[in-house]
Antibody, heavy 122, light 109 residues
Framework: QITLKESGPTLVKPTQTLTLTCTFF??????????VGWIRQPPGKALEWLTL???????RYTPSLKSRLSITMDTSKNQVVLTMTNMDPVDTATYYC??????????????WGQGTLVTVSS | QTVVTQEPSLTVSPGGTVTLTCASS?????????PNWFQQKPGQAPRALIY???NKLSWTPARFSGSLLGDKAALTLSGVQPEDEAEYYC?????????FGGGTKLTVL
C-alpha cells in the first residue's frame, strides 16, 4: 500500500526558506517509472503544480517559481525534500506531495499525502 | 505564460449528465498533453479519476469518462450522484512541466 506524508513547519516568516519533507511507503524511488511531485493549494483557491522528481533524479519545475524551488530525494530514507526560498505571504497554502506513475506515455498522480498547511506571516 | 481554463462552476440535477472541459491557451489540447482529471471534496486531498485523456484508475466510478472534445479535454459524468458534488481539476503536461486548470465547482441540485 502506497502512502505519503508531508512534514515541516506550519509557520514561516517572510523571506525565510521553507523546507518540506515527503516521507513515503510502499514504493521506492530506486525503481523505474515512478516519481514524486509537489502541488500546493492556497486557501479557497486552485491547485498549483510546483515540481517533480523522477526515479532517475530528473527534475522538473514550474517556470514561474523555478528560481525559488529545489527538489531532492534520499532513496535510503524514502524521502523527497522540497525547498522554497524567499517565502512571501502569498505562498500560504496547503502543500501536497503525490506519487507519480508513468509509462507507455501515461502519467498520473495516483496517491497523495494528506497535505500540510504552511502559513507565511511575520 | 500558459493558462489552463475550466468552467468556474456548473450545476447538474441528480441522474443527469454534465461535461466539464479543459482548454489550453497554447492551442488545441491533444493526447500529447496527457490530460488528467482530479476530484477534490472540501478538506480532502485531490483524488485522481482519469489519466491519459480517457484511462480510469481502479477506483474511478464507471459514470466518469474522459475524452477530447473539439480542441479541449473533457470529463463527462453520466447519471450524476449527489456524492459527485465537488471541485474538479484538470492537469495538462506542457513540455515536461505540468499545469492545473482553475477548477470547476460542480453542484448537484
Amino acid at each position: 500500500q502506497i502512502t505519503l506524508k508531508e512534514s515541516g513547519p506550519t509557520l514561516v516568516k517572510p523571506t525565510q526558506t521553507l523546507t518540506l519533507t515527503c516521507t513515503f511507503f510502499g514504493f521506492s524511488l530506486s525503481t523505474g517509472a515512478v516519481g514524486v511531485g509537489w502541488i500546493r493549494q492556497p486557501p479557497g483557491k486552485a491547485l498549483e503544480w510546483l515540481t517533480l522528481i523522477y526515479w532517475n533524479d530528473d527534475k522538473r519545475y514550474t517556470p514561474s517559481l523555478k528560481s525559488r524551488l529545489s527538489i531532492t530525494m534520499d532513496t535510503s530514507k524514502n524521502q523527497v525534500v522540497l525547498t522554497m526560498t524567499n517565502m512571501d505571504p502569498v505562498d500560504t497554502a496547503t502543500y501536497y506531495c503525490a506519487h507519480l506513475s508513468y509509462g507507455s506515455g501515461d502519467y498520473y498522480y495516483d496517491y497523495w499525502g494528506q497535505g500540510t498547511l504552511v502559513t507565511v506571516s511575520s | 505564460q500558459t493558462v489552463v481554463t475550466q468552467e468556474p462552476s456548473l450545476t447538474v440535477s441528480p441522474g443527469g449528465t454534465v461535461t466539464l472541459t479543459c482548454a489550453s491557451s497554447t492551442g488545441a489540447v491533444t493526447s500529447d498533453y496527457y490530460p488528467n482529471w482530479f476530484q477534490q471534496k472540501p478538506g480532502q486531498a485531490p483524488r485522481a479519476l482519469i489519466y491519459g485523456t480517457s484511462n480510469k484508475l481502479s477506483w474511478t466510478p464507471a459514470r466518469f469518462s474522459g475524452s477530447l472534445l473539439g480542441d479541449k479535454a473533457a470529463l463527462t459524468l453520466s447519471g450524476v450522484q449527489p456524492e459527485d458534488e465537488a471541485e474538479y481539476y484538470c492537469l495538462l503536461y506542457h513540455g515536461g512541466a505540468q499545469l492545473f486548470g482553475g477548477g470547476t465547482k460542480l453542484t448537484v441540485l
